[in-house]
């Protein structure tokens, strides 16, 4: 059986799915070639240029309907989990450090100056902080907090979905580093 009975006994999928993995190597293979042409200083062939454009054209037409489609899965598997409950379980595990962490940075406030020379200071520092951590726990376990979590981050892929969608991700200016 020769290459043309072969192809004319494809189905429309086959033959489609056929010419993406050719694409797909095509690509590979060009970008390697230009890659090993510009390391020794040629040019890139015309042809290896074309299918350069070809794959970036390719890859801008696919991105941004993938981009949603993964965010559209990422939301729904965000939605099904409780993380306030694991940051509460997290609190519980570190707890005794929690507690040092906050005494060690109370003690480095320069606001505590005076008020850390008074009786009892350490204990009030120390019942301040573990009524803290308890109440946190206690919030981070209400369904209440999972709920306004969950809208949280629900809220937040819509918004980053509708700037994918309108590509207001383009227009925004690189992002500066902070002064060191």
Known sequence: MNLGDRLESLSAWQLVALIVVVLFFLAIGSAL?????????????????????????????????????????????????????NIAAAVVENHDELKRLVVEKVRQDPNVRLVGRLPGYETVVSEVTETTLRVLVDMLGDPRMDELVSDLLRNNLQQIKRAVRERDHENVPPHVPPDL
């Open 33 to 85: 070639l230009t890659a090993v042409l510009v390391r020794r200083g040629l040019r890139t062939p015309w042809a290896v240029r074309r299918i350069n454009r070809l794959r970036e054209w390719v890859i801008s037409l696919v991105k941004r309907p993938i981009t949603i489609m993964v965010l559209d899965e990422v939301a729904d598997v965000i939605q099904t989990g409780h993380y306030t409950q």
